[in-house]
């Protein structure tokens, strides 16, 4: 193998690719970035057996060719060059690189050596604008479980009907479920658990990405693949069944608070700080307005190591008074990602699930399991 490329490119590819370069692994290849030539372009290519990103880039072809070498070094190597072009050439089981006066050689792994990169042939192929897609994941993917006690947690159920993706995600204490946009509709029902490490990289990719995102899954549905704009990822799935979530969303409540965003947000945050040695609880009440004017929603913590806090905000509530008690992270986390001005918390007793939902959208709702305290 023998090309040139820019070091920027070389740089931006291997940042790209190294998020899936395997950290702790029986298989010392999976260490390392494939570089192969592609029509005419370069390949970068990198993989943890559960999922690879593979990135392309312009080069001088003169010699078609493929060889692995450490992805840490490489990167660091030139992360380090100067602006301009980097010439490489792969002799025997070396490659060669040369930048303005650097030189340098790297011992690397034949690429027959590396793992084969999964490819969905046959599968269904559906598109999403990238957009929609990144908010969707950015609502959901907080909310999967961090400990493998139960695997499919650890992932999005994802489903796609009619013209309609359905992200969802639990970890036994929250439920986030979020309806985003296909760009046609589709044939057939299909349902996947994808892990969720694998749309967070995805999610990473998707701020650049202009153009319509391909999504496919194979016909066994043990894998999928994101085809964005010289990048594809390819993730393993989760095998299992997913949690009848629906049947956990609430259909009635006997209260309705609607509240700015930010505001809620804030005074959250402030309660936080005194709910941290108190098992993060945050209290809410809710008090409807007296007369013709506003209702409010307290939200207060206490610890007795740190003190107490009791903050109010303006609130339209309606039905009841109530009062419920929440995880402080878990509501922080489901009000720093909806960016609508107000939300709507609905809440039943103070022994019930409470519902959030942003105000004017109908594409998001997130249920928190409340905490038992003595009010």
């Known amino acids: 193998m023998k090309v040139s490329c820019l070091q920027e490119n070389l740089s931006k590819g291997l940042s790209i690719v190294g998020r899936a370069v395997a950290t702790r692994t029986t298989l010392p290849i999976t260490n390392n970035v494939l ?95 990238p957009e929609a897609l990144r908010a969707a994941i950015n609502q959901v993917v907080f909310a999967t479980a961090s400990e493998d006690t139960r695997p499919v947690l650890t992932g999005v159920s994802a489903e796609l009907e009619g013209e309609t993706l359905t992200l969802a995600a639990a970890d036994g204490f929250r439920l986030a479920v979020h309806r985003a946009q296909l760009a046609s509709a589709v044939e057939e029902r ?25 999504m496919a899954i194979n016909p066994g ?59 993060g609880i945050v209290r809410l009440q809710m008090t409807p307005a007296a007369g013709s004017g506003m209702g409010s929603m307290n939200i207060s913590a206490r610890s007795e190591q740190v003190g107490d806090n009791v903050g109010e905000i303006d609130a339209q509530v309606e039905g009841e008074a109530a009062k419920i008690a929440f995880n402080g992270k878990y509501l922080m986390d489901v009000l720093g990602v909806i960016h609508e001005g107000q939300v709507t918390l609905e809440t039943t007793t103070p022994s019930s699930p409470g519902v959030i939902r942003p105000v004017g959208s109908d594409t998001y709702v997130h249920i928190i399991m409340p905490m038992f305290v003595q009010w």
């Not at 956990?248 to 402030?270: G, H, K, N, W």
């Open 221 to 279: 549905k043990s894998q999928v693949l994101f085809r964005l704009k010289d990048i594809e990822i390819v993730s393993q799935l989760l095998q299992g069944a997913f949690p009848n979530y629906r049947q956990l969303i609430p259909q009635s409540s006997t209260t309705q608070s609607t509240v700015s965003t930010p505001e809620f947000l804030r005074a959250t945050r402030t309660a936080s700080i005194f709910a941290r040695d108190g098992n």
């Open 35 to 129: 570089i192969a030539t592609e029509q005419s372009r370069l390949r970068l290519t990198a993989t943890n057996l559960e999922i690879a990103i593979s990135c392309w880039i312009g080069a001088m072809v003169e010699e078609e060719g493929a060889i692995t070498v450490p992805a840490r070094v490489l990167s660091e190597f030139i992360n380090s060059l100067p602006s301009g072009k980097i010439d490489l050439d792969v002799a025997r089981q070396s490659l060669e690189l040369r930048c303005a006066r650097v030189e340098a050689r790297m011992s690397g792994i034949d690429a027959e050596d590396f793992p084969p990169i999964p490819k969905v042939g046959d599968g269904k192929t559906y598109q999403i604008d």
């Open 190 to 214: 299909a349902e996947i658990i994808i892990p969720s490490r694998s749309l967070s990289e995805l999610n990473r990719l998707l701020a650049d990405q202009k153009d319509l995102i391909d």
